[in-house]
């Protein structure tokens, strides 16, 4: 009997999606799991999955349209099964005909990979697609270490980097009195924010943080065997969200018609920077991980945003959310609230201050910090002592592996 292969809500924000390739051919024999098809979110490129076993009888969407989430993209059966009569099969969910997409999709599947065959060899991100046709680059020559041996960003920038002259990746720019086109991601990016900054009423908290025992922390880690690779301060601030919520839970809570409702699992996004917008991927069940998971963790959502391979379950439904921009060198700013999380922490640079110790000037490493909290859901009494905890464990950092 024939399945439908319907556009799932890839997150909470997500309402559409846009068909990148398709990379299963009517006709290909498909096994659950299998990548059908690329997918085009608010927040990130993520892979359409086949639901059984069995043959890809039909694509009901082309490549570069948008439809909204519960479309049916395509028919799956069993081999030799007949089509079913399409308009009463897609009658149930979904819309037949969508409307193609005001920005075409800006990654066609390489010559090579437009037969079956080739698309199951060259399994490669958009990104990585991206960059090997800027340059010129067979990507039957690229050696793939992402998922399922699958082309990945920085497998082409390796395969670039042993060449004799690598070319430059392009910028996007324009000349002077003309517009740059603006991405789907970020198009969907802006519409959240406005909302969120007309809709949520928000207030912000700023501390300063002292951090000299956090570096000396990390650098302890970097020369344990289970922290061989090191650690980024990142980590050591998801952590710490992590134990702060323990002791104030009120922030890991979000604002509905109904109440405020509490929520059991600690799920922190880290805000990535793309040229194309901001995505969200989160670290989950952060409250039952230990430092070394969250650093892992951490490593791997972070090098699979920038080369376009995040997973679905890698995006959507955080409950807080960290933006740092320490590492540019900026020493303070207040984060626009990712809704519906409750509350965001931005991070700015860790520096040399004069501080204040036992009556006497000293200098100290110092890091601010700035919570922005919706309102609907604490006031500043409660976000003052959530950060209070959080500052705690900053400040003592040997406590968020023995607490």
Known sequence: MATKVELPQMSDTMTEGSVLVWLKAEGDEVRAGDPIAEIETDKATMELEA??????L????????TVPCGTVLAVVGKPGEPLPDLEIFVSSGGELSPTPSREVADEEPLADERSPEARQRLKSSPVARKLATNAGLDLKTVPGT??????????????????????????TTAPAGEFLPVSRVREKMIERLVATHRNVPTFSLTRRLRMDAAHAFREALRVTEAFSGGIGYTEILVKAVAMAMKHVPRLNARYT??????????????????????IVPVIRRCQARSLREIRDEFLRITAQAKDGSLLADDLGNSTFTISNLGMYGVEEFTAILNAPDAAILAVGAI?????????????????SVTLTVD????????????????????ENPISLVLE
């Open 51 to 56: 639901p059984e076993d069995g043959v890809l």
């Open 58 to 65: 039909k694509h009901l969407v082309e490549v570069g349209a």
């Open 146 to 171: 992402g998922p399922g041996g699958r082309i990945v960003r920085r497998d082409v920038e390796a395969a670039l980097a042993g060449q004799k002259e690598t070319p430059p990746e392009p910028l």
């Open 257 to 278: 018609e109904k109440g405020i409702r509490a929520l059991e699992e600690v799920n922190v996004g880290i805000a990535v920077g793309l040229e194309e917008g901001i």
């Open 351 to 367: 520096a040399p201050q004069p501080i204040v110790q036992d009556g006497e000037v000293t200098v100290a490493e110092m890091m």
């Open 375 to 394: 309102h609907r859901v604490a006031d500043g009494v409660l976000a003052a002592r959530w950060l209070e905890a959080f500052a705690k464990f900053m």
